[in-house]
């Protein structure tokens, strides 16, 4: 945990350090004087969204949250993973979106949130859900949703000083076009930059997660067979039901609009094509190196969640 908190600290100086001198570049360069203004109503904006983002994910996902006595398995088992995590006991809740998978969200600091769609319920074994539920009680216990809001907000305020200089700066003062064309530019550098850290906080945290779930009492072959399960649960949906989440996949176990792709690699680990991964194919895979090809790293570098297969990897190294 401690390494992911010193990576996410990095991550978030830098990121503000880039806000930094995107500042100074424009101060000095064009003497914007309601800079600072814009500055603070874009931050108020983004303030704004992190405030009512929980509510954007109940309305976008069908939320209803849940009593112990509507469904006593499934809160067993996050009041079961919460105790194992040393955390308060957070709100349960279902979707009713039929894509297989799992999410938490929430302010943060006691406010956490597993919510688990109908479609998992469905999909999963009982052992293979209680390791998705840890994975989902680690990033309230890292308290990574939080600081994940909080990267996503520097990459935003890039997009939109690159777009108040670039086709509306200008305008303003015909003078300084050419100086506010180049802030611009370099404010979308920035933009794409920034937004290229905030992706690779994403895909780590999903690793801490990984690993978290284990530390809580799963097995890796659990938490790897669910992951599995997962990808061949979204290919099969259909491209509108993917839509439905496509702006909240960043809070999913995985990334949904890959799982075409990602059949493909993992259809070689499933030995005895029975649907599943059991001990002794996460051991075989263990002794394998695993080498992406420059297409596959990319995909990576541009996504959300790591490489599946990786991923699956990096738990098969988990396993004892």
């Known amino acids: 945990m401690f390494a992911l908190q010193m990576r996410m600290f990095l991550l978030l100086a830098t990121l503000f350090g880039i806000v930094y001198a995107v500042v100074v570049m424009i101060g000095t360069a064009m003497g914007v004087n309601d800079f600072n203004f814009y500055l603070i109503i874009s931050f108020g904006f983004m303030f704004l969204q992190y405030m009512i983002g929980p509510k954007m994910v109940e309305w976008t996902m069908r939320i209803r949250y849940i009593k112990k006595e509507e469904n006593a398995r499934l809160y067993a088992m996050?009041?079961?993973?919460?105790?194992?995590?040393n955390i308060a006991m957070p709100k349960v809740c279902i979707s009713a979106l039929a894509i297989p998978n799992a999410f938490a969200f929430g302010w943060g600091f006691g406010d956490g949130r597993v919510c688990v769609t109908e479609g998992v319920m469905r999909l999963l074994s009982e052992e293979e859900l209680k390791a998705v539920i840890g994975h989902e009680i680690t990033h309230i216990k890292n308290n990574?949703?939080?600081t994940i809001t909080l990267l996503s907000v520097i990459p935003m305020i890039m997009y939109r000083i690159a777009w108040h200089f670039l086709f509306y700066g200008h305008r303003r003062d015909e003078r300084h076009s050419n100086n506010t064309a180049l802030i611009g530019l370099a404010a979308f550098i920035f933009y794409f930059v920034t937004n290229l850290l905030v992706l690779y906080a994403s895909r780590i945290r999903e690793y801490f997660a990984d690993r978290g779930s284990v530390e809580l009492g799963n097995r890796p072959a659990a938490l790897a067979s669910a992951l599995y399960k997962l990808v061949y649960g979204s290919a099969r949906m259909d491209k509108d039901v993917l839509r439905e989440a496509e702006g909240l996949k960043a809070f999913f176990m995985n990334d949904p609009s890959q799982a075409l792709h990602e059949i493909k690699e993992l259809s070689q680990l499933d030995l005895d094509r029975n649907g599943t991964l059991d001990a002794s194919e996460l051991l075989r895979l263990r002794q394998k190196n695993i080498r992406l090809n420059f297409?596959?790293?990319?995909?990576?570098?541009?996504?959300?969640?790591p490489n599946m297969l990786k991923r699956i990897k990096h738990l098969s190294e988990l396993h004892a």
């Open 78 to 85: 996050i009041e079961d993973q919460a105790k194992r995590a």
């Open 144 to 146: 990574d949703v939080l």
């Open 295 to 305: 297409g596959d790293r990319m995909l990576e570098g541009l996504s959300t969640h």
